[in-house]
């Protein structure tokens, strides 16, 4: 099949930093189109849609009247949600980053919403396409390591964000912890019952004076019995450090750190080699291929497995546990919310 | 200096497994010789005897009424109290296999016995003695990885113990996890103040029947702020797995595991190594060495690092909060008791 | 800058295998541009060239008098010298797949006719752009492992290639080891002086019987005294192995082998990892898109370090020298040639 | 079995560093006993005599004449042919440590000897005795690899030794690759063909000019067509590195380097790990009383596979043909000497 055929005409929200990578994603996949970019920065926007070949939307409503077949959302957070809407009203799937909103009530709004309909939204938890955290996944769902028992995560980023950042980002677990709440229920087939969380400022006491933690240990236990840890720092001095741990009645199967280059130093009493890479964009940058173009199979019809708006919900409503958690120093028990069908 | 000067004679305590291996490192030991055995087993004394050039004592008392310098206790947990007091009235330096009695008062009386005295007294935490382990401590202490703001240990057993052991052991925490309650504050040089520890029974059901757990994991905070992370397993199917990582502001240590041959096979699509050893002691085998030779530097009056009765004791204060934790799933503050000076 | 302004046109020779690399590397290069496909089988250049949006050249002179700043020849080796020679008549920068051509006398011809200008022209030896050889070379440049003294290379495809190629290709050393010829000059910044080669055909009889070998082991002497070992077998069970090791006065540096993925089980005895590639080309795969962007920028009169004429004629005056060297099993030196200025 | 009963008496010729290790591991092992031991140097021979608990023998003929059941060499290279004798003549089964003789007649003469009878003679390549080298064995003989086709072996010593001693040493194939001349017979359970042989002397000049090589690689030939590489430095930097590699049709075996501790750094850019043993000494100290172990099942009269005279001798025979070919350049056919039956 020659590329000119029946390829999906995408719109993209936001030219920043991750809307680029979308962007330049959408251009290079052989059964997508980039017809549109809208950015509230129309500089941006324009910028962004020279370099791709595409045109910038004067609005959000210029694209929901339009014959775009799907929509990215890679704006700002507070964007999410009304886009989304949009989106839903207009019937264009849609690729949205996470999270979803940081107030839970609009993300319970646009998860009802959405149950009108039946389209393809993919939410982007995107280390769920990472091939070695899929590795240990498949090894578990096989039977090859036997029962889940225990699951360990650590997630380290090299540096804080910036302070202002930190303020508005919900703190520590609704902005960082959170990718790994969705990717345990995603990796154990099962929902956690209860977290216990513990925090600290240890990195940089003015984000303790912010009210936040940038140091935290997890406990959170399934229905099943299996126990789950996770750690997060806002700061690993050797790079960004992501790596998770299956325990089961027959075996481990570890996702290990992935070194920047295979090489490796003997030099006096020392062994060298590579540290981890610089930041998690490098690490993780393959994974958002693979999620657009595991979106693209949806929209074209295709059997495709993807994180849902249920996902991304269920990750927030952890954070929420997690939160609460950590502000009495008490286990709480998870309630999950369902819309209304 | 030939061995047949200024050896230090010692009387040992317990003829069963360990006590055997004891007992072969003071006859190998070039400033040690093993003067007498006790066991109430009579015959499982007198073949050790045998093999290893000592004579049977008939009774506790004629060790303490003997020339013996040091005396090493290595029969079952229930007798260490009474040999412990014994050896500290008869004024002999003692080696102590851990724990020093699962009652918490009768542990107290010989603290505060043998705050009277300054005999050297150790207590058996032999993973102190581990080369790994005093490496990632070293680093720490030197500063190389900065301020500790993590501590993560993994300990599995690669088999449970016998069910009629589990129902006197005192438990998973009083009796696995107790050798990491030690270690935590020996590698981070400070008293954790408060535990939560969650648990289930999922290797085997007869182990929560008996009211016990096989699989836990626990938080523990410092006063520094910093956490210590610690998960326990009753079975691992892949043999003995003992790691310790330490994060700290400047970087991270880790004790690895430890393979049992350096021998890799390209197959196919996999690299096969070795995995690890079948059991603790294969492990940790050398520690009891290293241990032993600390002891005799303390006897003969050099200065020597080595795990206290008072070790002892904060590491089963540790155990109790941990115990009241899992059974109030509530995290729990850790008052540790001094004995009057 | 925007991808309109300045790019550098392309005319690809060669729509089979590589070539579609070539010509998709191309594509996604914002500084480049492809304007021209030509391949003498007309159907395979026609659904590139529809696929990646270029014209279809009828005959190489098209592309001689077009407006194509640069040409990539990736088609079958007995055409490189004639288009090399008609690219270099033309004044288009060349970048030229290896081997030159089999025949000495016609590589030689064309080294000959390059003298005359000063054209970029670029051999594809793509190792040359590996991330892990690049580093241990850095650091031999560096000092970090202080004066070279022996050199390890080991080459090992997958699979030996059809008999019919094998009988062609001018045998395992002008077709597999020449990439190793010419890496062990780039590493070692001097060239070898002699050679001694062994062979035997174990991985299949019939190559043996086609007079060539499947399985070799070579030394190779530096003026300097420095020793270089090479094996290449046409088979690796586990699929593709290369690593190189430089053994330096200070220490040494290894470019180790690249996992597929960063994964591991542990089961039962065993520790269980990821294998190799499956094959050279997904190993090697990142090094085109980078050889292709230092020949854009040799093209647009930047520094640039790369593979050139000569390089490539000399890895193959060396493949000629382990070839004497294999038929008489002597120490062969190695004798250079030049092109008259 | 208590260690009163039935234990093998030995004579232990030399005290110096390697005869040490030998008299402490017979103090030590269960079935053995230390009765005398004999050294030129009467003060040594009296300290370690104090110290492992033995007699001092006045004169080699003491000990042919008493009642010890075996005797073991470890005393200099030129008095073993003699001391051989002796024992052969006393019918003592012996214990030696290489090499044999450095003088090829002397060596064959005392294989001439002993072929009159069938005392067990165990010649001192202890390596043979390393766990991981026997893993990569085992692998190859179970099939596990398919059928061998490449060997590749490293061996570099961390320091020359003093120039007084590579003076008197034979050389560096005489005596340092020798134990690889037989590690590769008893890996590839077959004798090489043919060698070739390259070295430099580029750790130290004054080396080069006492006609020696520090840095050396060679190339064998077995009959059956599998090659093998050796590579051999006098220095390595980063201590004692010995590894081995079977490559064969179904697989490829690693006997890896040993680490000295399982202790991983990271911090910043780099991964740090331990890295080699100081010295040799390090590395193989288990080998030895491994190897004296099944000395004593042979003289027990039990099943057990060795070192003979017979292997002693062929490499020293693969040694002199190695010599051969560095001096002439040329590859040397190996010839093999058996004794008259």
Chains 1, 2, 3, 4 share one sequence.
């Not at 009203?89 to 949205?96: F, G, L, S, T």
Request: hydrophobic fraction near 40%.
């Amino acid at each position: 099949m020659t590329k000119e055929k029946a390829r999906i005409k995408f719109a993209l929200f936001g030219a920043g930093f991750i809307g680029k990578i979308h962007g330049a994603n959408i251009a290079r996949h052989s059964q997508a189109e980039l017809a549109y970019i809208y950015d509230v920065n129309t500089e941006a926007a324009e910028q962004l849609a020279v370099q791709l070949g595409a045109k910038v939307a004067a609005s959000p409503g210029e694209i929901w009247g339009s014959n775009v077949d799907a929509v990215l959302i890679a704006s700002s957070t507070n964007t999410h949600a009304d886009l989304l809407n949009g989106a839903i009203d207009a019937c264009k799937p849609i690729y949205c980053e996470k999270p979803i909103d940081l107030d839970m009530n609009r993300v319970k709004a646009v998860v009802q919403q959405a149950q009108k309909t039946d389209l393809p939204i993919l939410v982007g938890f995107s280390r769920r396409f990472d091939s070695n955290h899929l590795g240990i996944r498949e090894a578990l769902q096989n039977g090859e390591i036997g029962k889940l028992e225990m699951m360990h995560i650590t997630a380290r980023d090299p540096k804080p964000p910036l302070l202002s950042y930190v303020k508005v980002s919900g703190g520590q677990f609704r902005d960082q912890t959170i990718h790994f709440f969705d990717m345990l229920r995603w990796l154990a087939g099962e929902d956690p019952v209860e977290v216990y969380a513990a925090g600290a400022s240890l990195v940089d006491p003015a984000i303790g004076e912010a009210g936040d933690v940038d140091t935290s240990m997890l406990i959170l236990k399934f229905a099943s019995g299996a126990l789950c840890h996770i750690n997060c720092s806002r700061r690993a001095d050797y790079g960004y450090d992501e790596r998770v741990e299956l325990f089961g009645s027959k075996g481990m199967a570890i996702s290990r750190r992935k070194p920047r280059r295979e090489v490796t130093f003997y030099k006096g009493v020392s062994v060298v080699s590579d540290g981890l890479h610089p930041g998690w964009f490098e690490r993780m940058e393959p994974t958002f291929y693979r999620a657009l173009d595991t979106f693209i199979q949806a929209v074209e019809g295709k059997n495709a497995e993807y994180p849902t708006l249920i996902d991304g919900l269920k990750a927030q409503i952890i954070a929420e546990a997690a939160v609460e958690s950590l502000r009495t120093n008490q286990p709480v028990k998870i309630n999950y919310w369902s819309p209304e069908q």
